[in-house]
C-alpha cells in the first residue's frame, strides 16, 4: 500500500515534538529538585547563610545515602553545586527565580552560569544561551572570551542593563562590532609567525566557529571578492551579509598595527558596496579592519564625525588571561 510522504513527514514531526517536550519537561523536573535540595541544604544546615557551617561529613552522609537508593548524580561535589545553585538564584535582584518560573537551559548550562560572581554578566549569558541556542561548550567559550566585558566598552549604563535584561540587541553597527574579536580557536598561537593570506585561510577553515564570533545574523557571501574600478582590481578579505540589520559586512585583515591607509582602504570598499552592489531596500554597508593593534586617537581622525559605517577592531588568537581582561576593563 502507498503511504504519502507527506503523512510521514507529519507523523515524524509529532513524534520529534513529543520528544522534545519530554525532554524539556524531564529537565525542568530534575532542576526544580535540585532547586529544592539545595534549599533545604542552605536553609535546613546552614540556616539561610551562604557558607555552610556545618562539618564537611554531613554532605558525605548524604551523599552516600542517596546514592545507594538513587544512583549517580549526588557526589558531595554535585551536592555542593546544588546548594550554589539555589543560593546564587534565589539571591537574584534582576530576576526573580520561582518553581512556577522554571529553568530552560540544562542543568550542565547552569553548572557554568553559577561560577560567575557578576549577576548582570552571569544574566547576559543566560539569555545568550537560550536566544542562540548555545550548547554548554559554546556557552563556556564565550565566556572564556570574555564577550559581556568586551560588549561593555562600547555602551553607555542603560545600554549595559539592557544586556543583562534583554541580551544583546541589533539595532545598529555598533551592536554587531567588538572589540577585540577573540579568534583562539583558529590554531594560530604565535601572532607573529602567520601571513595575511593564513589568517584568511585559517578563517575560511574554521568558518562556523568566526560566524559564531562575530555574533548574530551573520552568513557568509564570499572570500577575496574582486571589486573592479575601471581597469583596477580590488579584492575584499571576507564579504558577509547581516540578516537582522539587512546590510553587508566588508572585513579587511591586518597583519599588526593599523594604518590610516586600512581606513581609507575599507572606506573604498564601503562606497563601492553602497553604490553599486546593495539594492535600494538593503542598508547602508558596513566595514570592519580586523588588526592585531590600534591607535585609538588615529582612528578618530581619520574617520568622519557621526561615523557609523566604518570600524577597527583588535583581534586575539589567544584566550584573554585575567590580565588581558583587567585591561579591557581598565583600557
Known amino acids: 500500500m502507498f503511504v504519502q510522504k507527506n503523512l510521514i513527514d507529519e507523523l515524524r514531526l509529532i513524534w520529534q515534538k513529543a520528544q522534545q517536550q519530554a525532554y524539556q519537561n524531564m529537565n525542568e523536573a530534575l532542576l526544580r529538585a535540585y532547586w529544592q535540595i539545595g534549599e533545604r541544604i542552605v536553609k535546613e544546615e546552614q540556616h539561610g547563610k551562604n557558607r555552610a557551617e556545618y ?16 544512583g549517580k548524580g549526588f557526589s558531595v561535589d554535585n551536592l555542593e553545586n546544588m546548594r550554589r ?28 552560569l553559577i561560577k560567575i560572581p557578576q549577576e548582570q554578566e552571569r544574566l547576559f549569558y543566560e539569555i545568550e544561551s ?6 554548554v561548550r559554546e556557552l563556556k567559550r564565550q565566556i572564556q572570551s570574555a564577550l559581556y566585558v568586551r560588549l561593555l566598552n562600547q555602551r553607555n549604563p542603560e545600554e549595559i542593563l ?16 567588538k572589540d577585540p574579536y577573540i579568534l583562539e580557536f583558529l590554531g594560530l598561537q604565535n601572532e607573529k ?92 554597508t558596513i566595514g570592519i579592519v580586523l588588526c592585531q593593534s590600534k591607535n585609538d586617537t588615529l582612528v578618530e581622525i581619520t574617520l568622519p564625525e557621526n561615523n557609523d559605517q566604518i570600524f577597527a577592531s583588535r583581534y586575539q588568537t589567544v584566550l584573554p588571561s585575567k590580565e588581558d581582561l583587567q585591561k579591557l576593563l581598565n583600557p
Open 193 to 284: 609567525s602567520f601571513s595575511e593570506n593564513q589568517l584568511e585561510q585559517a578563517i575560511i577553515d574554521k568558518l562556523e566557529h568566526f560566524l559564531l564570533e562575530l555574533g548574530k545574523g551573520f552568513t557568509f557571501v564570499a572570500r577575496q571578492k574582486r571589486i573592479s574600478i575601471e581597469e583596477k582590481h580590488f579584492f575584499v578579505d571576507l564579504v558577509f551579509y547581516n540578516r537582522l540589520l539587512r546590510c553587508f559586512v566588508l572585513i579587511d585583515l591586518k597583519i599588526g598595527d593599523l594604518k590610516h591607509q586600512d581606513l581609507g582602504q575599507i572606506q573604498m570598499y564601503v562606497n563601492f558596496y553602497d553604490r553599486f552592489v546593495k539594492l535600494e531596500e538593503e542598508n547602508k
Open 55 to 70: 562539618d564537611k561529613k554531613t554532605l558525605q552522609t548524604i551523599s552516600l545515602k542517596l546514592s545507594e537508593e538513587f
Open 130 to 135: 537560550l536566544q542562540n541556542a548555545w550548547s
Open 85 to 112: 545553585f539555589y543560593w546564587v538564584y534565589s539571591n537574584s535582584e534582576t530576576l526573580s527565580r520561582n518553581l512556577e518560573s522554571p529553568f530552560r537551559l540544562s542543568w550542565s548550562h547552569y553548572l557554568q
Open 162 to 177: 539592557a544586556l543583562s535584561t534583554k541580551g544583546l540587541a541589533v539595532q545598529t553597527a555598533k551592536d554587531l562590532v
